[in-house]
């Protein structure tokens, strides 16, 4: 396999990684791990179903806005902010099942300025430190190859909903993890790099002491925690799954990173088969890759 196709089978790897950790966890979301326990035993395998009702193989917002950015970037990239945004709206439109509190009040605030749709949401909420703008942010590393770029861009898609700086923190730190491992880096020395002299550097000794839930700091540290802890995709994006809580947001992070560093060839080909929307990631695969290679 030559640059061209490890660096496709490390992006492909890290949308389908989303998608699959959102699909495989969205089964559980909301439940205990005991209520999991009882239900499914151990969940393994891809059955839709939960409280949205899923097809088996069927994303929730967490892939579909990753999806939105994505395309946004492409038409874009040197400033994407609106066409980011217009996707959002589209997709907003179809209804879907699944959308974050934070998000749909941004959403609903809009009127020509993201910014200040989610600083109103923070002030109509009380807060805005959700993870979803983390859920969505893996394709602003896949598309600049400038650590710079990234950073901006990262904060600049976190902002346009969710006005809690440390949201975009979140998301600054993902991405230059995930940049680490589009350059090859081992996944757990690209991690310890990152968490050195931030809020979480107590992860490398420590496991969290918080629910799974949709705290943007708590989702974090489990991403953190599982990431560190696994030894295959399908462990990491398993782990997610049964932990319940924001099981499908955490597993589609996780799976994120997780694709991007064992590749699309290291997902078990039983998860990446049944997702539905395999056509949409295929595509941006490919452009996001040649959008980077543009820019090199």
Known sequence: ???????????KGGLYGVAVG?????TTEFMTPHEIKEKHGYLTEIIGGGVWRLEPGEVTDDTMMTLC???GLLVNPDDPREAIGTRFIEWYGTKPKDIGNIIRQSLRNYEGDWFEAAFLAHMDLG???GNGSLMRCLPVAMAYTDLKDIERISRMQSKMTHYDERSGEA???????????LHGEPLADAVRRELQGTMYEDLLHSEPNCEPGGFVVHTFRWVIHLVLHSSSFGEIVQKAANLGGDSDTIGA???????VYYGYDGIPA???EAILVKERLETAAV???ELRLSRM
């Open 287 to 289: 452009r996001l890759l």
């Open 1 to 11: 396999m030559g640059d061209y196709g490890r660096l496709l089978n490390r992006i």
């Open 69 to 71: 950015v994505a395309e």
């Open 270 to 272: 039983e998860y990446a």
């Open 253 to 259: 992070i996780a799976g994120g990173l997780a694709g």
């Open 171 to 181: 998301c600054v730190l993902y991405n230059r993890i995930a940049y680490r491992l």
């Open 22 to 26: 959102d699909a495989l966890g969205g």
């Open 127 to 129: 807060q805005s430190a």
